[in-house]
């Protein structure tokens, strides 16, 4: 990501200068997805067992070799949480660059072209914004079956729309600029128009727009997961969590609070810390946009 | 003299803005008669619509100190719920962006019924027939009443803005920036609604703009604004015509309008930062009239001849005064005498161009060199700086003559043939013996320069005979600006030239003088090249001086005979005209 | 407005096509999957079979089944749940007021508490408490809300005991008074649409709260307060009026929302509504519920918006002046 490169390049130069101009929001949020990110990498190190093997007695209490208890299987809940991050980490990321790949092509094309494509792809759009996102990621998980490859699909096929207009918005405004007209009156083709002088005005959203679409994109797994609509062969903390209110009586004990709670935490840190890194991405970016 | 309704001691609005305030007004005092019109004018920036919002209390708590007494009563300094009933009622104001001043989801008639109905209580009926009155009064109809803001053109919500600000029948009306951003007419139409209201008993109006034009035609008095400070007040008219204040002056030189002829000249430098003003005279880094003491203190607002002015110099500066000039020549040995000048006198501001017109043979060119001190006056004295030239001696006559440098008419005549352009422009400096040679061959190249010419080695070996008529006239004009003069005499200075190169030697005079402030005095027969150059015209005939006063006026009413002549006479591209 | 109808118009037409074509066009023909013996998901009782044959007409052109499934649509036959046998159109028909109940009352109290409290913050921004309820909606926006009816869930439910686990009243009980069975229904609302309100509420504070700051920094309400108006009237004839425009604009988003969020909520507070309908038949391949429960939400989705869009045209008079053209 392109806003965490800058980081590192930054962190070279004066520190206290960077923290004011980064913001707080994205350095927290930031850090956060770093840390996941990083959870995530080192899983088989830091997991103690394999989260698919059953490693100890069905929903055991909490001990030194199980810090969570097991799960009703006799898996160790600790390391399923630590392997669950590469699952969200996956499909946000996977889902986010699906999102921004197809809804930078259609603004882009649409914004660059005008005319009845723009105007047809922008129909597209506004049916595709009006119809209800959860019932129809339904229908389509149903049809097409769960696995991990499929969400990702669903995902960013329900959500490029609004990143498509961003995008148009964006490269109509820079269509009109100076040295745009300037460059095809040299002769520039569109590709060259758009890979010179449109695609990095354009850079800075698509930035912002992976990480919000991240977001989204690890609350709908994580959601579809709990409905039984997710790759029941991974082990993501929605699934977790579904397991854990299947589990006839749950709520009469206290077992919740080493199997229920854990993975709702980390879906609602991870949903968090994308949402700040872009509050704080989106304010930084934005001054800079209306300047050009 | 009764104590002035609205009076205003030492106001301060000053907006925190992380390390450093924003002061955005600075210790400004004014007073407002009853049914009296004051116009505060300056740019942008300058502190006049905060002025405005403090006489109203819209600043946030803790941005304003100072006095705001109306009727007797001090206003500065209340609780919001204090100001609420004085608002509107006693003061109201129209502010400066009528565009975004209603409420996009109300109607007009309702929005300025609002306050009749929820400020004074009125009942529904009576407030509609009172708005009804309003509008008609600023030329509203009652469709304009029904619509939404949005449906109104930016003329008709000023006057809805105007009618909103009348409703509660205040004492004192603030407008602000009426006439911004509107095509002329409107301007116009606004502008004579804005004299109606004045003339209205009761009412006490202050006009916030930095249209001049329009204060001038509206109110009485008028306040100048810079850097959050008064630099002149006085009346209207007065102020506005001839100006006292640096700043002032430089203003009425760069706004456009339809009686000046000259080219639009600005004001050097830039505006201050208003977190970090200058020391001393906020304007001493743009004024070229600047002394040491400006730098240091800040001048205060005081009288001087029927007018405040906070100049530490008490306003522009006269440069160059002469007084009953005359002078007479023996012709041929004959012993007839030809009298060339008969009693002239002028004078000559900082900054300032004027111009001196007449045919051959008027005694102007001998007038100039009387000015510069090339001859001997045989009566009446020439005053530069304070100083009679006739009276310095020696010593000072040196010191002086850096002050003052001529042009001749002919550049050939008055550069040696026999010189290099490098020994030309440094020969001031060799005579006076100013700096190290290294240094004066720097400050020559620096003025070469200026003159838009490059000081290469080939071009600094040429001599006269090598260079053009345009081309030479430049380094003489360098020659002259090498001792850093205060005031240029220019005696024709570019009647042998092309006309393509006179008008870029003219144009480069007019920046070399606007950029150093020196005065310029220009000696010419050709009234429509001064036109665009004279903030004054001077026009001599056979040795007297006939007529003088602002450029515009001389040219477009003249009041002497001959002067029209010379008018109808001048080249014009109009081939009806001038008949001769 | 009338182009925005033909627009919904289209867009509906677009959703029943979709709902159409989907089931026939995805690989591994799931509708006949349905009828084949060798499949493994052959429904075995013939009498559901033959509802599901008559329904879907696998065997005709795909023009004829488009021509018989506009038909039923019409005439309210949206085929037999194949799970419970029954059909379709009755099933929503049972269903649906829960849902409407729950997302109602969701969505009123959020606006309702979004609308006060936000212009509350908004006016005393950058106070302390103007900056914790900021931090607290964007937790309670963003978590998830199947996360937030689980604590509340244990809380409330579990731990203190105070509200009832499940479902939309209690099963097999028998009512006095009209009343006593209103008082069933509504201890059983509490804990879902509290859940639901909570969410809706973190998305919408913030909206009303940032767009209000928006309108009092502009111009006219300088004028207004140099007006010498009445603070009551500053902030709510003036500046939440100008509020709410944004505001409305989202509501049909928020409605979509707020029925993805009551999917959730319902399956896990076991409520009898369309999500629980749905999810139940996506666990058992129920494809004519599914299709019908789609189209019936598409339809309440694409109705607020609608509606959203009339109430935005009245309450903005620069729109209205677009519509007259």
């Not at chain 1, 030194?64 to 946000?92: C, F, K, M, W």
């Not at chain 1, 094309?109 to 009845?116: E, L, Q, T, W």
């Not at chain 3, 944004?246 to 029925?259: D, E, N, R, Y």
Request: hydrophobic share 50%; proline share 6%.
């Amino acid at each position: 990501m392109s806003a965490l490169a800058r980081l590192g390049q930054r962190a070279r130069v004066r520190p206290v200068r960077w923290i004011s101009a980064l913001g707080l929001e994205t350095l927290l949020g930031g850090g956060a997805v770093l840390l996941f990110v990083l959870v995530a990498l080192a899983a088989p190190l830091l997991a103690p067992y394999d989260p698919h093997a059953f490693s100890g007695q069905p929903l055991e209490r909490p001990s030194a070799a199980h810090p969570l208890g097991t799960n009703d299987a006799g898996q160790d809940i600790l390391s399923e949480l630590i392997y669950g991050t590469r699952i969200s980490l996956a499909v946000g990321l996977g889902a986010a660059l699906g999102t921004v790949a197809l809804g930078l092509l259609v603004g882009a094309v649409a914004g660059y072209a005008g005319g009845p494509v723009d105007t047809l792809l922008m129909r597209l759009v506004d049916v595709m914004l009006t119809l209800p996102r959860l019932p129809l990621l339904i229908l389509l998980a149903a049809f097409l079956g769960s696995g991990l490859t499929q969400t990702i699909a669903i995902i960013s096929l329900l959500f490029w729309p609004v990143t498509a207009r961003v995008i148009r918005a964006q490269v109509q405004s820079q269509r009109q600029r100076g040295y745009v007209r300037m460059a095809r009156n040299f002769g520039a083709g569109p590709g060259y128009v758009l890979r010179r002088h449109i695609l990095p005005a354009v850079a800075p959203l698509i930035a912002f727009g992976l990480v919000a679409a991240a977001g989204r994109a690890v609350a709908m797994e994580a959601g579809l997961a709990f409905l039984g609509l997710g790759d029941p062969t991974a082990k993501s903390w929605g699934l977790m969590m579904r397991f854990a209110l299947n589990l006839p009586g749950l709520l009469l004990t206290d077992r919740w609070l080493w199997w229920l709670v854990p993975p709702g935490l980390c879906i609602t840190a991870l949903i968090l810390a994308l949402t700040y890194l872009g509050m704080g991405l989106e304010v930084r970016l934005q001054p800079r946009l209306r300047r050009r | 003299m009764s104590e002035a309704f609205l009076s205003v001691h030492d106001l301060h609005v000053h907006f925190p803005k992380g390390p450093a305030a924003v002061r955005a007004v600075d210790g400004v005092s004014f007073d407002l008669a009853a049914g009296g019109a004051l116009a505060i004018v300056g740019e942008t920036g300058s502190g006049k619509t905060s002025i405005g919002r403090a006489l109203l209390g819209l600043h946030p708590p803790g941005s304003t100190w100072g006095s705001i007494r109306l009727a007797g009563r001090e206003l500065a300094g209340l609780s919001e719920e204090a100001w609420r009933p004085l608002r509107w009622r006693r003061i109201a104001m129209a502010v400066q962006s009528a565009g975004t001043a209603f409420d996009p989801v109300y109607r007009i008639g309702e929005q300025i019924a609002e306050p009749l109905r929820e400020h004074l209580g009125l009942p529904s009926e009576v407030a509609a027939a009172r708005v009804d009155m309003l509008a008609e009064r600023v030329g509203l109809e009652p469709r304009h009443l029904r619509a939404y803001p949005h449906q109104l053109s930016g003329g008709e919500k000023q006057r809805a803005m105007l009618a909103m600000a009348l409703s509660c029948e205040p004492e004192v009306l603030i407008v602000d920036e009426p006439t911004s951003g509107q095509d002329v007419l409107s301007r116009a139409r606004l502008i004579d609604l804005l004299r109606q209201v004045r003339d209205e008993k009761g009412l006490s109006l202050i006009l916030i703009s930095h249209d001049l034009a329009a204060a001038a035609q509206v109110a009485e008095r008028v306040a100048v604004l810079y850097a959050g400070k008064l630099v002149e007040v006085g009346a209207a008219r007065r102020v506005l015509e001839s100006p006292r204040h640096p700043y002032t002056w430089g203003l009425l030189n760069a706004y456009p309008n339809m009686t000046t002829a000259r080219d639009l000249r600005g004001i050097r430098g830039h505006s201050p930062d208003p977190s970090d003003p200058p020391s001393g005279c906020r304007f001493h880094p743009r004024c070229t009239q600047a002394v040491d003491l400006c730098r240091q203190a800040e001048p205060s607002l005081v009288q001087v001849g029927g007018r405040l002015l906070a100049c530490h110099l008490g306003g522009l500066q006269t440069l160059l005064q002469a007084r009953d000039l005359r002078k007479a020549f023996s012709s041929n040995g004959q012993g007839e005498r030809v009298t060339a000048v008969r009693g002239a006198s002028l004078e000559v501001y900082e900054g300032e161009v004027v111009a001196l017109v007449g045919e051959t043979g008027s005694g102007k060119t001998t007038l100039g060199r009387l000015l510069v001190g090339l001859l001997e006056a045989d009566g009446g004295h020439v005053v530069f700086e304070g100083q009679d030239l006739a009276a310095v001696d020696g010593r000072s006559r040196k010191a002086l003559r850096r002050r003052i440098q001529f042009v001749a008419q002919d550049p050939f005549d008055a550069i040696s043939p026999r010189l290099t352009v490098a020994e030309i422009v440094r020969e001031p400096l060799d005579v006076q013996k100013v700096g190290t040679a290294a240094e004066r061959v720097e400050k020559a190249h620096r003025c070469l320069r200026a003159v838009g010419l490059e000081p290469g080695p080939t071009f600094l070996s040429r001599r006269a005979h090598e260079l053009s008529g345009g081309q030479l006239q430049r380094v003489a004009i360098a020659r002259a600006l090498v001792l850093d003069p205060k005031l240029i005499v220019a005696d024709e200075p570019v009647s042998m030239l092309d006309a393509s190169e006179q008008a870029k030697v003219i144009n480069l005079l007019k920046e070399i003088q606007n950029e150093r402030g020196m005065g310029l005095l220009l000696v010419s027969h050709d009234l429509a090249l001064v036109r665009k150059v004279a903030d004054r015209i001077l026009v001599m005939r056979q040795g007297e001086i006939v007529e003088g006063g602002p450029a515009n006026r001389v040219v477009t009413r003249a009041e002497h005979p001959y002067t029209s002549a010379l008018l109808q006479a001048a080249p014009a591209l109009d081939w009806e005209v001038g008949q001769v | 407005m009338k182009s925005r109808i033909s627009a919904y118009v289209v867009t509906l037409w677009i959703v029943l096509t979709l709902n159409f074509l989907l089931p026939r066009l995805l690989p591994g023909d799931p509708l006949s999957a349905l009828l084949d013996p060798e499949s493994s998901d052959y429904v075995f009782d013939a009498q559901v079979r033959a509802a599901l044959e008559a329904y879907y007409g696998l065997d005709q052109p795909l023009l004829a089944q488009y021509g018989a499934y506009l038909k039923g649509i019409v005439t309210g036959d949206l085929g037999r749940s194949i799970q419970l046998n029954q059909p379709v159109g009755e099933l929503i028909a049972a269903h649906l007021p829960w849902t409407l109940l729950l997302t109602g009352t969701a969505l009123t109290l959020a606006s309702l508490l979004g609308l006060l409290v936000g212009s509350q913050a908004a006016w005393k921004r950058g106070s302390t408490t103007d900056r914790l309820l900021t931090a607290a909606s964007v937790v309670a926006g963003n978590a998830p809300v199947y996360f937030m009816g689980t604590m509340l869930l244990i809380l409330l439910g579990a731990e203190l005991g105070w509200l009832p686990l499940a479902g939309g009243r209690t099963p097999f009980a028998s009512y006095s008074s009209p009343l006593a069975a209103a008082a069933d229904v509504l201890a059983h609302l509490v804990m879902p649409a509290l859940t639901l309100t909570l969410s809706l509420l973190g998305i919408q504070f913030l909206l009303v709260r940032n767009n209000m700051v928006g309108v009092l920094g502009e111009d006219f309400m300088l004028v207004a307060r140099a007006k010498g108006l009445r603070q009551a009237r500053l902030k709510w004839n003036h500046a939440l009026r100008n509020a709410l425009l944004p505001f409305v604009a989202h509501l049909a988003a928020h409605a979509s929302l707020a029925i993805t969020g009551a999917v959730f909520i319902e399956t896990l507070f076991q409520y009898p509504g369309m999500g629980r309908l749905i999810f139940e038949a996506v666990g058992a391949r129920d494809y004519p519920v599914i299709q019908g429960v789609f189209l019936a939400v598409a339809l309440i989705v694409l109705t607020a918006n609608l509606l959203a869009d009339w109430l935005n045209t009245r309450l903005d008079p620069r729109l209205a002046e677009e519509v007259g053209r």
